[in-house]
């Protein structure tokens, strides 16, 4: 079944302690995205990737990582996470026959205490 | 800057027929995206309009006027099922999306 995956679906953490959110896809995309969704904001874009090791900032980059080693996964990286980081947050990707079709992961709740 | 109105909440009946609208301005365009999401889950694919016009899709329909930088989203014969948020979306000239905040769309018996 073609899908993003993303793990885990919900985290609870302490300030500072780093962590790393999986994104994972099995459909071949080229293009890889994560987003952030916080209430009356909608959706907004943290980093993307057109390909491997190919990385760029989004609209709210800051104190977020990722890299792109392989073409199937994505993964989010908060090296010292803050409460201003807690959020829904989702991986999508596209590519392909689909490429101006975003999928999307089912979600990672982040709470930073 | 780079901008997508739409209205925070609207309430519609059963069997209705609903339109929700989304302005937009952004730094170059190629499309415009809507997607649905349900409380709780991933956003989900719709439609993607770039020329102007209508685009029918079963119950939902999408129009977009690129000079009015408008578009809306139609959805015929509610049912409750479509309770959920409508996400539009805009694509700027990095093939970029820009989102709206989304349109909480409720549907009464």
């Known amino acids: 079944e073609a899908q993003v995956t993303q793990n885990p679906r919900y985290l609870i953490t302490v300030t500072g302690k780093k962590l790393t959110v999986t994104c994972s896809q099995n459909?071949?995309?080229?293009?890889m995205s994560w987003y952030r969704q916080d209430p009356g904001l909608g959706l907004r874009q943290i980093y993307y990737?057109?390909?491997?090791?190919?990385?760029d900032k989004g609209d709210v980059p800051e104190g977020y990582k990722v890299s792109r080693k392989e073409k199937r996964n994505f993964p989010l990286i908060l090296e010292s996470p803050s409460p201003n980081q807690t959020s829904l947050y989702f991986c999508?990707?596209?590519?392909?026959?689909?490429?101006?079709?975003?999928?999307f992961g089912p979600g990672t709740r982040l709470t930073v205490l | 800057g780079q901008n997508i109105d739409q209205p925070t909440e609207m309430t519609a009946t059963e069997g209705a027929i609903v339109q929700i609208n989304c302005t937009y301005q952004?730094?170059?365009?190629?499309?415009l995206f809507w997607y649905q999401q349900h409380a709780g889950e991933a956003p989900t694919f719709l439609s993607y309009?770039?020329l102007d016009g209508l685009e029918e899709k079963g119950r939902f329909s999408s129009f977009l006027s690129r000079s009015k930088g408008y578009s809306y989203l139609l959805l015929k014969e509610l049912q409750m099922k479509d309770s959920a948020s409508y996400l539009c979306?805009?694509?700027?000239?990095?093939?970029?999306?820009?989102w709206g905040a989304g349109t909480k769309l409720i549907i009464k018996p």
């Open positions: 979306a805009s694509m700027d000239s990095n093939y970029q999306l820009i």
């Open positions: 990737s057109m390909n491997v090791e190919v990385t």
């Open positions: 999508a990707s596209s590519g392909g026959e689909y490429i101006n079709e975003q999928f």
């Open positions: 309009n770039v």
């Open positions: 459909m071949n995309h080229e293009y």
């Open positions: 952004t730094s170059g365009f190629n499309g």
